[in-house]
């Protein structure tokens, strides 16, 4: 059971460039928060859920859905970025980074959940804060040697901070700025505390990626953003920021590291900059026609994930689900894919082994349940990792399991 609330699931206005030229261009219906997994199966257990109004800004190809995450949601968070061993390698990676342009002034993380990348720069000898709301979450890092202050990001914070630590060199936020409703505020703090010139650092999926491989699954309630270069060009522009570099990566199915300085500094972007701006205007992100697109490829996603899966179920093979990340929670409800199919889902993190999906209320097991419940067939929700899931699973592979990877449209491997 499900109970409606917050009524306001549309937005007027977009939320980096202030433009009220928004497109509606997939509504998803109701669906609880991604990541509020249930504590039972029973359906009587009431979950909220809210509409989840895809909407995208034609003026500066921002994919976003207005904030309804209930207060204080992300206090006790079950996300954590430990359980992927890609992640490991890409935050050693952004660590490096963040020490280098410090040059031994502070680092502060915002959103540093278990700390992973802040320990790497622990090991090596950087200053380091992290700051997040998740209080559960918070002594996991600590053990990595990362002080954390536990709590939201905003000038109030921001001020706290410099009065105690001074400025911060370098200010880290990631896969945290997609999920942050008033982004002129969050810039408005880090203004505080990043040094005159200092360089605030953003990681986020890449909105052209995004379009391109019909990723509607990185959006929820939670995700309230799903970022263009051009939206955060707008954005930094508003409170006198630029953005003066840009990283490709293809972690999360592509994604950006984007490097802001204050305009007063007059620095030069790098040619890339540029470039990808010019990427995004010839994939049409401010264009009608491209988010039109885009939904009906989804829905033909949609419609050949469930004929696919129906004939695998027709012809007396069982399912499981593989990752029960808050994208393949998206998918589930959206889909309207649930016990009739899937038996089970497995997850590595055991945050979210025994307790249910929020909505479609699949027991999470431990990776080991492949091996015992031996199911034909694994739907890979956490597709963004699906080499290193493979991996993981060969032994399933070995012994003739197949996996079902839904996107960027479903196919059946091997």
Known sequence: MTVHSKP???LSKCRTCGS???????????????????????PAQKQPAFDLNTQACLECGLIQVADQVPDAFFEDYL??????????????GLAAVACEKAGG???????CNDGLMLGHAVKAGARVLGI??????APLARERGVEVLTGYFNPETAQTVRDEKGPAQVITTTNTFNHIDDLHGFLDAVLILLDDDGTFVIEVPWGKKIVETNQFDNVYHEHMSELSLLSIVRLGQSRGMDVVDVTKLPV?????RVFMQRASLGKTPAPIVAEML???????????????EFARRVDELGAKLKTMLAEIKA???????????????TLLNYFGIGAETLDFVVDKNPLKQGLFTPGTRLPILSPEAVAERAPDYLLVLAWNFFDEIREQMSDFEARGGKFIVPLPMPRIVP
Do not use: C, Q, W
């Not at 996300?79 to 050693?92: D, I, L, N």
């Not at 997040?132 to 979450?137: Q, S």
């Open 278 to 292: 010019e990427e995004e205007r010839a994939a049409g992100l401010t264009e009608r026609a491209t988010y039109e």
């Open 105 to 111: 002034g502070l680092i502060v993380d915002v959103g």
């Open 132 to 137: 997040d709301p998740a209080a559960n979450i």
């Open 252 to 256: 999360h199915g592509g994604s950006m």
């Open 315 to 329: 012809d007396g093979k069982t399912v499981a689900g593989y990752g029960a990340p808050a994208k393949g929670n």
């Open 8 to 10: 306001s699931s549309t």
């Open 20 to 42: 009220e030229n928004l497109f509606l261009f997939l509504p998803m219906g109701a669906h609880p928060p991604a990541n509020m997994f249930a504590k039972t199966a029973d």
């Open 79 to 92: 996300y954590v970025p430990s359980g992927a061993a890609t992640m490991h390698e890409h935050f050693a």
